[in-house]
């Protein structure tokens, strides 16, 4: 009987001990206010390879905007039960060069909404050639055999090369939150601009099954939270953002692809916050002294995927050089572009987001 009971004793004082070095662990980690899962899925380094990435890109709203707000329920619902970076941030003020920073990896010095033909010499250009030359995600994904496109709302025909549409004080189609027609090798060549398309083309790919590897998914300006005189409902752009969101986001989750073996996600971003200043408007590779690459604020992200995480919260710093980076490893691709590939200044893949079989 003693010596059961002195074993019982060390029993409890080696539970002691451990309790005691895991309270410890807690308080001092930086984390300690994220769930527990946070804490483990941040050691993941690497990211599986994916076969379908779907991006939506959403307008001007800064994180604690849509992050419990009652206006948002479905995103919110989606950031609860997927994965949720909390802290996420645009690269730029305003929205053209975040969109050109998700592909390029860069804003490529442009921080205004001038027209994708923009030269030097144009006016609202600050110097600076908006059709860019360089490399960027078409040209890798291209070179790896994988497709893309770009779906957008209320474009009026494929691969339209307007900047606006129907007309520039009416602009439902915007051509400065479409990316991809700001590359050179998309601008002059026809069969590129044939994967821009409108959004009714998205239900019938799902429908067929013939998605691309990399879908671009862009509401108009009033679907999207950004706004127009014209928007029916613009008291409440948010619900109407979140319910166009509710309803995409359903087609993809319904559809063969999502019940595949096959790795495949979601990401719901939006471009910038809403302009008003921050103390810290931007993370990796952020700086403060290019006016082109100044920090887009802090914005909601959410990573949905049909093997990975369920109800997370990372709170690693992550940006739209760190979605490039990502969807660069989820490709399979190894060359970095520009900036994503920055990590001595903190650019890093959202690899917690995007890992699978978390339980």
């Not at 821009?196 to 879908?215: C, H, K």
């Not at 959410?302 to 739209?320: E, F, K, M, Q």
Request: charged share 15%; proline share 6%; aromatic share 8%.
């Amino acid at each position: 009987m003693k010596i059961r009971l002195i074993f019982l004793a060390i029993v409890g004082l080696v539970v002691a001990l451990a309790y005691g070095a895991i309270q410890n662990s807690a308080t001092n980690s930086p984390s300690s206010s994220t769930p527990a899962a946070t804490t483990i899925a941040t050691s993941i380094a690497k990211i599986p390879l994916y076969d379908h990435i779907f991006v939506i890109i959403e307008e001007n709203k800064a994180y604690e905007q849509i992050i419990g707000n009652p206006n948002a329920p479905i995103v919110n619902q989606l950031a609860r039960t997927y994965g949720l970076a909390s802290n996420y941030y645009g690269i730029v003020h305003p929205s053209e060069g975040n969109y050109v920073a998700i592909l390029g990896g860069s804003t490529f010095g442009i921080h205004d909404d001038a027209p994708f033909d923009a030269d030097v010499n144009t006016p609202g250009s600050h110097g600076v050639n908006h059709t860019i030359a360089s490399r960027s995600l078409i040209d890798q994904l291209e070179e790896k055999g994988l497709t893309w496109k770009g779906y957008f709302e209320s474009i009026p025909s494929v691969g339209y090369k307007g900047t606006t549409y129907p007309s520039d004080a009416d602009a439902l189609y915007a051509s400065k939150h479409n990316g991809f027609i700001n590359f050179k090798k998309v601008q002059s060549d026809p069969k590129e601009l044939a994967k821009l398309v409108s959004i009714d083309r998205f239900t019938a790919d799902l429908q067929t099954g013939n998605v691309p590897n990399y879908s671009h998914i862009v509401f108009n300006q009033c679907n999207e939270m950004h706004g127009l005189a014209r928007c029916p409902n613009l008291a409440n752009l948010i619900a109407t953002g979140d319910a166009k969101i509710g309803e995409t986001v359903r087609q993809i989750t319904n559809s063969p692809l999502w019940k595949s073996t096959k790795n495949n996600a979601i990401v719901i971003t939006w471009d910038e916050d809403d302009g008003r200043p921050k103390p810290n408007p931007g993370c990796c590779g952020f700086d403060p002294k290019s006016q082109a690459n100044f920090g887009g604020g802090k914005i909601a992200t959410i990573v949905i995927t049909n093997h990975g995480a369920r109800g997370l919260v990372d709170p690693t710093p992550y940006n739209h050089y760190s979605l490039l980076r990502t969807t660069e490893e989820a490709f399979g691709i190894s060359e970095y572009l520009n900036f994503a590939d920055r990590t001595q200044e903190g650019v890093k893949s959202l690899a917690p987001l995007f890992a699978v079989n978390l339980k």
